[in-house]
């Protein structure tokens, strides 16, 4: 059996499609085409993927509708859209589909590769039950998101609802990039200008109560997000 990572991507434009199955396959990836929503779910039904790259306007069954499908069958698979659908309502509606990530056209290979990459760093290898994980340590810290308590410094630190729901997207992504568009649309299910300065000081909150421990850092990410670094 193959070592390979295997990539389900469903695109409806011929062109496109094969030059992005060309493009993975030659960096290393076993990348299979199917060019609408039907068939995109036949073949995932009758084979085993590591991550699935989905259009959204496609004919016959579009993405939105394919990846509620996927995530019926499998809660945990990554989904990322590839879409000309920019408008923040389409975001939207891609992240509450069930998408880990949203790429919009035109985009360049080597992001859609770094994306795919970055998905693959927080997924691989991490048993299923890390996406219900309530309970974080944090360097020397301890964090109940249940409770909402940072603890381990002279004194407990109560979280809010929304300082609580960032923190622990950035322990789930532990030394690793929080991409800024991830984290607006989860949490805030937009990702306005508005709301990305109001996250900026939550960030800022956040970083207030992880001084705990001098160790940790949350460090920005130009133009991508944000880096919970814990070693």
């Not at 960096?27 to 699935?52: H, P, S, V």
């Not at 300082?163 to 929080?178: G, P, Q």
């Not at 709301?195 to 970083?207: C, E, Q």
Request: proline share 3%; net charge neutral; charged share 30%.
């Amino acid at each position: 059996m193959s070592d390979k990572v295997r990539i389900l991507l469903v695109e409806d434009d011929p062109n496109l499609g094969s030059i992005l199955q060309e493009y993975l396959n030659a960096k290393g990836y076993d990348c299979q085409l199917e060019r609408d929503g039907d068939k995109g779910f036949k073949a995932f039904l009758a084979g085993t993927f590591d991550i699935c790259a989905l259009d959204v306007m496609m004919p016959i069954k579009d993405g939105f509708t394919l990846a509620k499908e996927i995530r019926n069958t499998d809660k945990n698979i990554p989904i990322i859209f590839l879409s000309a659908r920019s408008l923040k309502e389409d975001k939207i509606e891609g992240f509450q589909s069930g998408a880990d990530d949203y790429l919009t056209k035109p985009f360049s290979m080597e992001e859609l590769l770094l994306r795919i990459k970055a998905i693959l760093r927080r997924t691989q290898g991490t048993p299923s039950v890390q996406t219900d994980k309530r309970n974080f340590e944090v360097g020397a810290l301890k964090f109940d998101y249940d409770r909402r308590i940072l603890s381990g410094g002279a004194d407990d630190q109560k979280l809010t609802s929304k300082e609580a729901d960032l923190l622990k997207l950035l322990c789930e992504n532990s030394n690793d990039v929080l991409e800024r568009s991830v984290a607006l649309n989860k949490i805030w299910k937009d990702d306005s200008y508005f709301n990305a300065r109001s996250m900026d000081v939550y960030i800022t909150k956040l970083r207030k109560y992880l001084k705990a421990d001098p160790k940790l850092e949350i460090v920005n990410m130009h133009g991508r997000g944000f880096k919970l670094l814990t070693a």
